[in-house]
């Protein structure tokens, strides 16, 4: 049954990709007040919500989720109805050489925000009973997929990288937190997402932008790699339903039955490029293999039935057509990338092995061991 969405949404990570899609969406909603909480990692970039950043219902708060204190502060100053926790290192390849930074963000920032919650909650128990904890996953925990089947709510965790396993803890301390205080708690597990707004370091930004610049269109392996691609305004609406219809201790895996191989991405972003940039074609020419990424899965694929049988959702975006408004949207909004391409990451290879890796990874646990201490 559907009840009254909470007024006061406090959404972490909210300048990362999906997090400004999801404040866009939930400011365009009647009633419905949003509070940003967002560090600006490498990632996060307060250009994706200059549409909303004078908006009376939108507020934007600088806070490290790691941080117990600012968090704490943040509960008690911004009093939510509900919590979107999407604040996270993300990239893969990122994570194989510095793994110790996603254990801190993905894990003890999932913790500390849980431990957040619990704690403004105990103060305010008549709150709890509409009080929602959405917690954002992926399918990557679930592992790799053979030719056949898809991922479900119940399908067994196997996560094959440092990422994928900070993710699969967190959502193993979320549902602990339910279980164990009875912590209003919901864990969506998404296949990827695609759209504006997406830092250039992922494959569908990083192969327009590459071949819009006539650069190397870079494919790992021999490109078989599976993934099922989801919009992410698709993914917006799916978060807002949860909140609306999601019950304590609910899973939903969201996604779009869209599978495709990572050589079928680029050569489809490559023939929409030869037609909207007709200079620059056949920009297939620019695809060549490099060496594959350690610890690759091979397929994802998400069974969203339960989504869609009992909260009604349904992803509406088919993948060519919001691949095109994808690649549209980069070609009109250079003022928006420019400055993340030349000043942050230029599309250089991530994610190799190697003695740069191993002493990469040993720093990330020195700063975190000096962290903890008194």
Known sequence: MERSIAVRILVTGGAGFIGSALCRYLIAQPDVQVVNVDKLTYAGTLASLESIAKN??????????CDAKAINAVFEAQR???????????????????AGVFANTNVLGTFTLLEAARNYLSKKPAAAKNFRFVHVSTDEVYGSLGVAGAFREDTPYDPSSPYSA??????????????????????????????PYQFPEKLIPL?????LEGKSLSVYGDGSNIRDWLHVEDHARALHL????????DKYNVGNRSERTNLEVVKT???ILDRLVPEGAPHAKLIHFVEDRPGHDQRYAIDPSRIERTLGWK?????????????????????????????????????????????????DLSALQKRSRP
């Not at 193993?172 to 919901?186: D, Q, S």
Request: charged residues 20%; neutral net charge.
């Open 80 to 98: 939510p109805d509900a919590v979107v926790h999407l604040a996270a290192e993300t990239h893969v390849d990122r994570s194989i050489n510095s």
């Open 315 to 363: 992803a509406l975006e088919k993948f060519e057509v919001g691949l095109e408004k994808t690649i549209l949207w980069y070609q009109k909004n250079e003022a928006w990338w420019r400055p993340l391409r030349d000043g942050v990451y230029s599309g250089e290879r991530l994610g190799t092995l190697g003695r740069e890796s191993a002493l990469s990874s040993l720093a």
């Open 207 to 211: 192969t327009i932008l590459n071949a």
């Open 56 to 65: 009376m219902r939108y507020e934007f708060v600088r806070a490290d989720i």
């Open 269 to 271: 972003i490559c023939l």
């Open 242 to 249: 949860i909140l609306q219809r999601g019950q304590p201790g």
């Open 166 to 195: 900070s993710k699969a803890a967190a959502d193993h301390f979320v549902m602990a937190w339910h279980r164990t205080y009875g912590l209003p708690v919901i864990i969506v597990n998404c296949s990827n997402n695609y759209g």
